[in-house]
């Protein structure tokens, strides 16, 4: 063996840094899409989170006018005059 032919073993260490490589950016990439796919679901989380709020506030106001009106009913029947 001469000095210009790479060892078996040097060519071994070469193929597996390419493939190092090659497995290193295969799971970079995959992590990169989870982290997309990650942020796009807590988007749409904070959405609905949003949406319910105030689904819920408007729940309220109505639940409040129909108590107010239900007491203004009963109101009046408390006020009469017995007699």
Do not use: C
């Not at 506030?57 to 005059?81: H, V």
């Amino acid at each position: 063996m001469t000095q210009d032919q790479p060892s078996r073993l040097d060519q071994i260490e070469s193929a597996l840094d390419r493939q190092v490589r090659a497995t290193s950016e295969a799971l970079l990439g995959t992590v990169q899409i989870h982290q997309r796919n990650f942020e796009a679901v807590v988007a749409r989380f904070d959405a609905m989170q949003s949406e319910i709020r105030g689904l819920q506030t408007e729940n309220r106001r109505i639940l409040n006018r129909l108590k107010g009106l239900e007491t203004m009913r009963q109101a009046p029947d408390e006020r009469s005059p017995k007699g």
